[in-house]
């Protein structure tokens, strides 16, 4: 293999002729049409050699890039060619004589990826993320990444006191992001093959717009440890014997081998390790459940459109959505659910109910519910719901001149969709807010740290994350201009959980708020979740949250300032106690 030096002269021989000699192609792949968004990235990677069809000529734009491939492409599109050869990395799954294993082996050169002895797989055939894909672009093109660039960041998705902060805004300054996506950025999100030819071809539109010729950074060279190739994996722990025969007589042997998926197999044996460990949160879903789970976060789902609670022993339905099928069918908050489908649900848990009412578009369902003493039955077709996260409406009149905005989950929209409504609602001078998260199980951090901007003056500590001993710090970057004296109440319960605990436990310590209602569910910790390229994923926890004055709440939940129980007659929408004491205080000030 070429050293550093001859590497690093061939790449900026390789920028030089891209800015001297542009090229442009037309596709030729049969699923890449001239009007896809990312055309003109594709034909240009096509031209090159880079990329090239599978199949009778099919790109496969839609489908996730893994990381093999897609380090195979960010090296040739900097110039790098290798010639065939062995080439031996310290991973256990890059076979020496693979495709792939000089990108790998260049890559720990350059210092650009690590070796982690525990962690001894490269994983070549995961996707990668987008922030991943972002961190290899940038060193390979020439752009730099200063860590102290104090340039504004235009996406709200991405927590600015994150290590990763300077390669996103080094991508946004270069233009390396994906437009339509504004003001999002979403770092973790699978990278297609479409998406990584178009970061790609804009790092090389970035390159070709710059008056001064880039060059690949002078990275300390990565000096191989070849003790690591005989490093522990799980093919050296003694009980994988064990697992890979029973493995191997199920497939091979059972009377029922006709009856089962071998990949379940494999996903039952991943789910049991991930219970075997003390981590309440760690969770393993199989690609069916999982998409139900992204779909969550995205406030999507396939259902019927009611919010459901426990009360008394009993399943209650809450709210209806308006135009929901539920609706639709005739449901009414108030409504107690006696069976689904003919089948009592009395011995369900809250999960099993949920799993029996969600299903695909189109299906039906029936309920049978009692209403005031009398048994009905209602049939539900199911469709698509486009849960708005964020309302600016209650079931009970509340006086004009106090606002009101309820937040039912963190999405991936929450926070952009809480701003706006705040900004309606403060435009008509009211004379408080209230804030409603009862039943609000939490989502993404970083949509709660993104609202909290709104509320907590700048460089004021907003949480903090304790990993592995080691604390760190997030800081409002926000205006926090609300009027000292304006009063704003926010109404908690038993399900008022992790995201919307941070914004209650924030918003309560910096004392800008009165917690109103019952002790919060207590989820004081922050899982990190890793989607795969078979649809599955998997989520466990890498760090405990703080409040600003670094306490933790795990397990035993945020004390309202204020507490109110919820009556019968609030539990099937009559009445709402806790939202007219914050009524009441807002009016006594």
Same mark, same amino acid.
């Given at each position: ?8 002269? #061939? ?37 090159? +050699? ?28 900097? *110039? ?41 797989? &490269?994983? +070549? ?43 996103? /805004? ?22 297609? #093959? ?37 490093? %522990? ?14 493995? !191997? ?5 059972? =009377? ?62 809450? !709210? ?7 609706? /639709?069918? +005739? ?14 649900? %009395? ?11 969600? *299903? ?10 009692? #209403? ?9 077709? #199911? ?14 009149? $509340?006086?004009?001149?106090? +606002? ?13 969709? &809480? ?8 435009? %008509?001078?009211?004379?408080?807010? =209230? ?27 907003? $949480?903090?994350?304790? =990993? ?21 109440? =926010? ?20 004392? $800008? ?74 009016? /006594?000030?």
């Amino acid at each position: 293999m070429k050293d550093k030096s001859t590497f690093s002269m #061939r790449i900026a021989a390789a920028m030089g002729i891209f800015l001297i000699i542009p090229q442009f192609a037309l596709a030729s792949f049969r699923d890449v049409g001239s009007l896809h968004p990312y055309y003109d990235a594709i034909s240009s990677l096509e031209e090159k +050699g880079i990329v090239k069809g599978v199949g009778e000529n099919f790109f496969r734009p839609d489908e996730p890039v893994s990381k093999a491939a897609f380090f195979k492409i960010a090296f040739q599109h900097a *110039g790098y060619l290798p010639t065939n050869g062995i080439y031996e990395t310290p991973f256990t799954d890059v076979p020496a004589d693979s495709w792939f294993a000089p990108y790998v082996k260049t890559a720990l050169s350059l210092n650009l990826i690590k070796f982690n002895p525990d962690s001894p797989d &490269f994983k +070549g055939d995961q996707p990668i993320t987008r922030l991943d894909a972002l961190k290899l672009i940038l060193p390979l093109e020439g752009i730099p990444a200063p860590l102290n660039d104090s340039s504004p960041l235009i996406f709200q998705d991405v927590i600015t006191d994150s290590l990763s902060i300077h390669y996103i /805004k080094a991508a946004q300054n270069a233009g390396i992001f994906l437009p339509e996506e504004q003001p999002y950025f979403f770092p973790n999100r699978v990278l297609t #093959r479409a998406e990584a030819a178009y970061l790609v071809h804009q790092a090389e539109i970035y390159r070709n717009s710059l008056s001064y010729p880039t060059e690949l950074p002078d990275f300390e060279t990565f000096e191989l440890d070849n003790s690591y190739l005989n490093g %522990s994996s799980i093919i050296d722990n003694d009980k994988f014997p064990i697992f890979l025969n029973i493995w !191997t007589k199920l497939n091979a042997e059972s =009377i029922y081998k006709d009856q089962f998926d071998p990949d379940d197999l494999i996903y039952g044996a991943i789910s049991g390790m991930v219970q075997s460990i003390p981590d309440e949160q760690a969770l393993f879903q199989d690609p069916e459940s999982a998409l139900e789970f992204e779909q969550s976060l995205t406030g999507n789902y396939e259902g019927i459109g009611t919010i459901i609670d426990i009360f008394e022993d009993q399943f209650l339905i809450v !709210t209806i959505l308006d135009g929901a099928p539920a609706d /639709k069918a +005739g449901l009414k908050a108030g409504d107690i659910i006696l069976k689904i489908d003919g089948e009592e649900v %009395s011995s369900y848990s809250i999960d099993d109910l949920l799993d029996a009412i969600k *299903g695909p578009s189109g299906t039906s369902l029936t309920m049978t519910v009692d #209403r005031d003493g009398r048994q009905m039955t209602f049939t539900v077709t #199911r469709e698509e719901i486009a849960l708005d996260t964020v309302f600016f409406q209650s079931s009970l009149d $509340v006086p004009a001149d106090i +606002g009101y905005i309820a937040i039912y989950q963190f999405t991936e929209t929450t926070a952009l969709d &809480f701003e706006q409504l705040l900004e309606e609602t403060m435009a %008509s001078n009211p004379h408080g807010l =209230i804030i409603d998260l009862r039943d609000n199980p939490g989502g993404y951090v970083d949509a709660a740290i993104s609202i909290l901007d709104l509320f907590i003056p700048k460089g004021e500590v907003i $949480v903090s994350f304790n =990993i592995s001993g080691e604390k760190t710090y997030t800081t409002s970057t926000g205006a926090g201009n609300i009027p000292e004296d304006f009063p704003i109440m =926010i109404l908690v319960n038993e399900n008022t959980a992790s995201a919307s605990e941070i914004v209650a436990g924030a918003m309560q310590v910096h004392d $800008v708020a009165t917690l109103i209602g019952t002790q919060t569910f207590g989820k004081g910790t922050v899982q990190e979740v890793n989607f795969y390229n078979d649809g599955s994923l998997f989520k466990f926890t890498i760090a405990e949250w703080l409040t600003p004055d670094e306490q933790s709440i795990n397990h035993t939940g945020l004390i309202p300032d204020i507490v109110v129980e919820e009556t019968k007659s609030d539990a099937i929408g009559e009445t709402d106690s806790q939202l007219e004491k914050a009524i009441q205080e807002i009016q /006594k000030r």
